[in-house]
């Protein structure tokens, strides 16, 4: 395994994948796709079903051929070159480990694949089976394998071959919530020591969150944004993106008014305001976070009886009555058992704090 | 729970007893004719079948004909399950439509339909002569090769069908994933496809074999006489000696064989199956 390359983070262009057009029998699945990942980055790409996640990354991992566009790796055009010459792994969600062979041979595929004897590659295997604490698993089939050992397996032998570039589809949807929590941090700081540049995708926001350094969010077939985490939740570039990154309060409304960077819009509640300039008359989502919000009168301020005070330990979340489409939600530090069902509380929040969105965009 | 099961084994009693009745019953009894000789147990009839030389040519070339038969078949339908296992829809169902309509022409009418192409003035020789590549015709009906490929072309489905099973059913991801890790095609076919299509390959051969050693009809109609297989000479035995007891004794040989191949087979097709 190569020694770490220097890391470039940011927007670099070590994978760069411009203008990615792909339809299966006619139907479009993405045009236009523009993707940029820097040497050394953990990236995520999160989307709902279907909305082009895998297709991408087999693109990238040339798998599938994309009907327009270009890829480049490291400045070199791979467009063209078939998946066994880019030296790109991947891991795929079923973790697709060769049945007929054991634990040490799968690893030592991609090496046997090189033209290495089956001989030589025993102290690689060993090495990489260590990374992933499995060498005790080395002589097992796979089949005897739990669901995380298997991921394990999968990640050495994607590893072994020092690919330049790691894919990993949905690499934890198979494992149980504790298991997925732990492997995300195993894996996470594994990668980071190797300086791999690595794609996840997933459509857990939680782990794309927790493993990457960028975020893509995509929504059918287009990235909508691609920021840190924190960028990404604090200021995310649509509603879609809102609601698809971590919870929120959201109420659809209508500018009533509009002055110099704050605008007053009604809505099934009451009149709110936030900032930015509108046209009265047009139809905007607003949303705040749920931490944001908060139970006593700010710039905003609602009335709101509950429909629910779930207390989940480190927080208690309350929610609002709301009409269909809207959120009323408010979380409160720790475990507080104040609030009950049918009760009628305050939330207030800021105006800096609140987003808005043209409805439909 | 268990109760339940096996009540439910007991549906298996109908046709249990009807191959006991059919099929396992008579076979016994004819086993047991080739071990007696005037009520008395013997072994005579297997000593003098394997002392005559001619018995042992036919017996021989009945083997050597069943072999080359399932090579030739596997040769063929490899590729075509591999290509039917990758295709979809109208194609699929062409080459579905092809494996099993040819089973329901009669093996006659099909090794008439051969006596056509190989004869002496037949299709095939016409071809070659009038491409110059021969000057006078090529003797290939009543020939060893002829019964082979006609073999090989009536017993195809069986070779195809299984191995396409197993590839259809195989996780295309396998040799995405090869590929990913480096993997060319042809290292791909040789490391992860082909063996993984072996228990699919096990069941083709031993359904080929085992219906190329006890083939009747093929080498009545395309060798003849002439050239005697274990089936047709048990046939001899039965219908123009009336030497029940050879009869006997080449049917149990026969049996004995397939019963041989049958018992390898899934051993092997378990042992490739635990490795999965
Ligand atoms: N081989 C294919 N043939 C036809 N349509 C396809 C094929 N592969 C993908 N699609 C379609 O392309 C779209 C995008 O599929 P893709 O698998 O990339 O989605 P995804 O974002 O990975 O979804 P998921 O989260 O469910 O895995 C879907 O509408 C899918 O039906
Ligand atoms: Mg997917």
Partial sequence: MAPPAPRDMGDSKYLDVTAVGKAFKGTSVMSGMDFRVGRGELVSLLGPSGCGKTTLLRIIAGLTTADSGEVLLDGRAITSAPAHKRNISVVFQSYALFPHLTVAENVAFGLRARGHAKTDCGPKVAEALALVRMSDFAERKV????????????????????????????????????????????????????????????????????????????????????????????????????????????????????????????????????????VPGTEVTIGVRPELVKTRAAENTLRVTLADAMVLGSKTQLHGRAEAGDCLLCEVPGMNSDYAPGDTVTFGWDVADTLVYETGT | MTGRAERIGLLALPGLSFLAVIYALPLFMLLLKSVQIDGQFSFAEYVAFFSDSYNLSVLWRTLRVALLTTGLALIIAYPTAIIMARAKGFWLSVFLVAMVLPMSVGVVVKAFAWTILFRTRGVLNDTLMSLGITDAPIRMLFTETALIIGAANVFLPFMVLPIYAVLRQMDSRLPEAAASLGATPVFRFMNVTFPLSLPGVVAGCAFTFSLAISMYVIPSLIV?????????????????????????????????????????????????????
């Fill in chain 1, 143 to 278: 089949a005897a394998l739990s669901g995380g050992q298997q991921q394990r397996v999968a990640v050495a032998r994607a590893l072994i071959v020092d690919p330049v570039l790691l894919l990993l589809d949905e690499p934890f949807s198979a494992l149980d919530r504790k298991l997925r929590e732990t492997m995300q941090v195993e894996l996470k700081t594994l990668l980071r020591d190797r300086n791999m540049t690595a794609i996840f995708v997933t459509h857990d926001q939680d782990e794309a969150m927790g493993v990457s350094d960028r975020i893509a969010v995509m929504n059918a077939g287009q990235i909508e944004q691609f920021a840190t985490p924190s960028e990404l939740y604090a200021r995310p570039a649509s509603a879609f993106v809102m609601d698809f990154v971590g919870l929120s309060t959201r109420l659809n409304g209508e500018v009533i008014e509009s002055t110099e960077n704050r605008s007053t819009i009604r809505s099934a509640y009451g009149t709110v305001h936030a900032p930015g300039t509108f």
């Fill in chain 2, 224 to 276: 003849g006489e002439r050239q005697q297989t274990l089936s047709m000479l048990t046939a001899r035995s039965f219908l123009y000696l009336r030497n029940e007891a050879l009869g006997a004794t080449i049917s149990s040989i026969l049996l004995l064989i397939a019963i041989s191949v049958v018992l390898t087979s899934s051993w092997a097709a378990n042992r490739l199956g635990a490795r999965q």
